[in-house]
């Protein structure tokens, strides 16, 4: 069994101009939701199991998807009140059933990482959380990731207001199921995964790798990528 957790409890602010009011994962592309792209392409790298983190409006994506898509088992970790992607991810490994690594996904970054390849990469680094690391240019909305010679996570650059080159996260990570064993915290706050949780791992000498990949990449939570993103599933 290879599991998943997909991060998709977005509520698509930015998209509202573009995108009628939906979860942002189920924003149309060509007139699919944008979920299915995710779902059709890791069930065929081998996710036979899926925990969806849905919180606003997530009937409509349990009510699109149901409990099985594709030959894979679909379940969904409910939030009821907004937690953060941080706090998402600590409600939605609680349904994991398998020990080994498992994959998590943002659900509005489609990033063609190899599972196999990502797989044996996490597996000989000993790493307890690997991050899928795109190099892109000219951007200034994402975290910049440093890397060491031996592909440790030396530090992640904050958004800068200059437009930058380098190693971005692409929103793809494996991770082994104990790594949030001992995370305290008691849900009066929103948590981030990228903004607390991978920091507080980094700081904490968790071992954090990055495994470079230049496949294909889009992220459609702003408006101008989600337009794009229809000639991007085309090809």
């Known amino acids: ?17 573009a995108v009628a009011d939906v979860p942002k994962p189920m924003a149309p592309i060509a007139e699919r939701p944008f979920l299915e792209y995710l779902l059709d392409y890791w069930i065929e790298q081998g996710v036979d199991r899926v925990i969806l983190s ?47 690594p498992f994959l998590l996904l943002n659900g509005d970054t489609f990033f063609k990482v190899p599972l196999t390849g990502f797989r044996e990469f996490h597996m000989q680094s000993a790493a307890e959380i690997s991050l899928a690391l795109r190099q892109i240019s ?8 440093i890397l060491n010679d031996d592909n440790s996570v030396e530090a992640i650059e904050l958004r800068s207001q200059e437009l930058k080159s380098g190693l971005i996260n692409g929103g793809v990570y494996l991770l082994n199921p104990e790594i949030f064993k001992g995370v305290t915290w008691d849900g009066s706050s929103k948590l981030s995964l990228e903004d607390d949780m991978i920091p507080k ?8 790798k990055g495994f470079i990949c230049m496949e294909k990449f889009i992220d459609i939570g702003v408006p101008e990528d989600y337009q794009a993103a229809a000639s991007f599933f085309e090809n």
Do not use: C
């Open 201 to 208: 791992a980094l700081h904490a000498n968790r071992k954090l």
């Open 138 to 145: 000219g951007a200034n909305r994402y975290d910049w990731v």
């Open 1 to 17: 069994t290879m599991e998943a957790i997909v991060l998709a409890g977005g509520l698509g602010t930015r998209l509202r101009e």
């Open 54 to 100: 849905v919180g606003y409006k997530w009937e409509i994506i349990q009510n699109h998807f149901g409990s099985n898509y594709k030959g894979a088992a679909i379940e969904y970790s409910i939030e009821n009140t907004p937690m953060g992607t941080g706090g998402g991810v600590l409600l939605a490994i609680k349904q994991l059933t398998e020990k080994q």
